[in-house]
């Protein structure tokens, strides 16, 4: 099969996992929807979008034209806007998308940037999400300087189909940006698109600067100062790609440091150099002339990155673009290293920019899934097998996906179509999750829906940061068994949501229903139930059925845009506050303990001591018989101490016992538990 055409079929099938079996064709284009802006997020092409579901679309009426919107999303300074609206085929194969087709839907998601910015957001109903979109674009029209147009499509768009003419507002900056499937399927790991300047043939002439020698072959790193507007020329060609490697994105002009930048730029630009720390960037190749006493003349750069400064580099060009600011005395200083190693590109870069001097705090959660936590459960995903829930069945893999298109890669590496289709069958495309499907899990389970309701990328953020500050639990096997098990409670609730058919919010209900019962259990839901028969009770479903309608009428009754209300604490507060008649019957499934991931190895032991010692308690052996039993070896010791003696003691008297340490007790656990096996 054309690599194409498989691409297409598991694009349709991420779309599919994301909706019920009987989603409408609307819910599954606001599923494509969210799966291109993950990718386009993941490479910096698109960030922090938000969804408009369902998504609108008008047809022209007077003065205003036709439009329709799928998702947008707003610069913090109110400078640069993007669009997004979707053309959805929904076949699964390379469908063709036709010239009409594609000026067709750049029309709509143009007309309605022309309906926002007339005060169009009178006319809509506050409640959805449209409304917000709508208002902030409208309050912030003064400000525009550049807006991207984004046409997302599931079909595949011909050279000819996309020289479509890019029709501009006074004002504005128009760009028209189209992501086909055949775009899209670049966009696996490590093929990101690489950055190449050339500054001696495009740029206005090759760029002095002081070069030292290398540092153990690993890298050369380079001095030089750039002329701003020359930055701004380089930022505003190729924008957020420059800072694929940075840990952030832009911060916004609102912050205080960027503030501070702005101000600089207006009323002292001959100090910016002085005031500012300047950039940190990395390039993997360099065409450079040698001078004398370490002079050198840079003639060009091939994958350069801006991995710290992406801020003073933003700064710059909004001054520059928006407040049409003269920038010509304007100099940055520039350190360029260059890596002569490719392998050791992702050790080097991440810690360059963690440890480059920087003006706004960055944080450990600004680093993505690159942590010991992330690979830890990585590496379980493609180890642990799930029990087969009959006897004809075998089992598979909840794979998770910690880089961004790994599962199509692993999958095409099996190479025969054979091999193919039997990885697959281990590895459902049903059964792979993201990191920032993870995010909405954990948080809908520690109830804080109003998290999940701001968005993936900014809810994974959040999670991100409360291992940052309150440290990462710990990665064993019942970690990772839990953390599949609140999977399936998530997106069983989501077809359970699904199929109440209320109409849109589906993502806001699910996390406040979720949020709701681990809230009123005590997060007793028995997760290990869950995961040995890869399935929820009908107790169970039942009960998120009713309690979804009550989370659907809780959100509809708010004032104000139910989108934006859901993001707040206040929101989720008075809705946890709820008493609901339900059956009990649910209630009669729960574990007697709380499933609570533990945050260093002794706490693991001890939830798994708990777990298993009570099953011991009449067992009249010795430790040496359980020895006998399992092949394992204790304290030789101890050996004639009854296995009751011990299953008698909570973790805390345990640890109180002479002569026992944690090397000791983890085998004490370890031995109980291949007892149970």
């Not at 147009?149 to 479509?164: E, H, I, M, S, W």
């Not at 001959?270 to 993997?284: P, S």
């Not at 809810?459 to 940052?468: P, R, Y």
Request: hydrophobic share 40%.
């Amino acid at each position: 099969m054309p690599e194409l055409d498989q691409f297409a079929q598991d694009l349709h099938q991420e779309v599919l996992v994301k909706c019920a079996d009987d989603a409408s064709p609307q819910m599954r284009e606001d599923a494509l929807t969210e799966c291109v802006l993950e990718r386009l997020a993941e490479h910096n092409e698109a960030d922090n979008a938000e969804i408009i579901r369902p998504s609108l679309r008008w047809e022209s009426r007077g003065r205003f034209p036709a439009a329709k919107i799928n998702a947008w999303a707003l610069s913090g300074d109110g400078a640069t806007l993007d669009l997004f609206v979707t053309l959805y085929h929904g076949t699964g194969e390379s469908d063709t998308v036709s010239k009409p087709d594609v000026a067709r839907n750049f029309g709509l998601v143009r007309g309605f940037l022309r309906r926002a910015m007339d005060g169009f957001y009178t006319q809509l109903e506050e409640s959805h999400d449209a409304f917000e979109a709508a208002r902030q674009i409208h309050e912030a029209k003064e400000n525009l300087a550049t807006v991207r147009l984004f046409l997302l499509t599931d079909g595949v768009v011909g050279t000819r189909a996309a020289d479509v003419e890019e029709e501009q507002l006074p004002g504005l900056e128009l760009r028209y940006v189209l992501w086909d499937l055949e775009k899209l399927s670049r966009l696996q790991v490590g093929q990101r698109e690489i950055i190449e300047l050339d500054f001696a043939k495009n740029y206005g002439g090759a760029i002095s600067c002081i070069a030292t020698k290398a540092a153990k072959n690993e890298y050369r790193t380079f001095l030089a100062f750039l002329p701003a507007p020359l930055l701004a020329k380089i930022y505003g060609e190729h924008g957020q790609r420059l800072l694929e490697r940075n840990v952030r994105a832009f911060l916004q002009a609102k912050g205080k440091v960027n503030k501070g930048l702005q101000q600089t730029l207006r009323e002292e630009p001959h100090r910016f150099l002085a005031y500012n720390n300047g950039l940190c960037c990395t390039a993997a190749e360099i065409d450079v002339e040698s001078g004398k006493n370490g002079h050198a003349t840079l003639k060009s750069v091939k994958d350069f990155q801006i991995v710290n400064g992406g801020q003073t580099t933003a700064s710059i060009f909004h001054a520059w673009k928006k407040e049409r600011t003269d920038i010509s005395d304007v100099v940055v200083q520039v350190k360029l290293t260059v890596l002569t190693d490719p392998a050791k590109v992702a050790d080097i870069v991440p810690l360059i920019s963690r440890y480059a001097n920087s003006q706004n705090k960055v944080n450990t959660a600004d680093f993505s899934a690159n942590g010991k936590f992330h690979h830890q459960l990585e590496q379980l995903s493609r180890t642990v097998w799930t029990m087969p829930v009959s006897g004809m069945e075998r089992g598979t893999h909840w794979y998770y996906e910690r880089a961004r298109g790994s599962y199509l890669d692993d999958k095409a590496r099996q190479g025969t179509p054979a091999r193919i289709r039997e990885w697959e069958r281990q590895n459902p495309p049903h059964q792979k999750f993201t990191k920032t499907d993870l995010a909405k899990f954990e948080h809908s389970w520690k109830a804080l829906p109003h998290l999940v309701c701001k968005g993936a990328e900014k809810n994974f953020i959040e999670f991100a940061q409360t291992h940052d500050e309150d440290g990462e639990p710990m990665v064993d096997l019942n970690h990772f068994q839990h953390v599949v098990a609140r999977a399936i409670l998530f997106r069983t609730t989501e077809k359970l949501v699904s199929a109440q058919e209320f109409g849109g919010y589906r993502a806001n209900i699910v996390a406040y229903t979720i949020a709701w019962l681990a809230e009123k259990s005590g997060q007793r839901i028995d997760l290990e139930t869950i995961w040995s028969e890869q399935k929820i009770s009908p107790a169970l479903c039942d009960t998120i059925t009713e309690v979804c309608k009550a989370a659907n009428e809780h959100l509809l009754a708010q004032t104000g845009n139910v989108g934006e209300v859901s993001k707040r604490v206040e929101c989720w507060e008075e809705f946890k506050k709820k008493k609901l008649k339900l059956s009990t019957a649910w209630e009669d499934e729960l574990s007697a303990t709380a499933f609570v991931a533990p945050t260093c190895e002794e706490d693991a032991l001890a939830a798994e001591w708990d777990k298993i010692r009570k099953k011991f308690t009449n067992d009249a052996r010795t430790i040496e018989g359980l020895e006998a039993y399992t092949g394992k070896v204790w304290v030789v010791s101890r050996r004639r101490d009854t296995v009751a003696s011990y299953a008698a003691l909570t973790w805390d008297q345990l640890r109180m016992r002479p002569g026992l340490g944690l090397k000791k007790l983890r085998a004490l656990v370890e031995m109980f538990a291949a007892a149970l096996d």
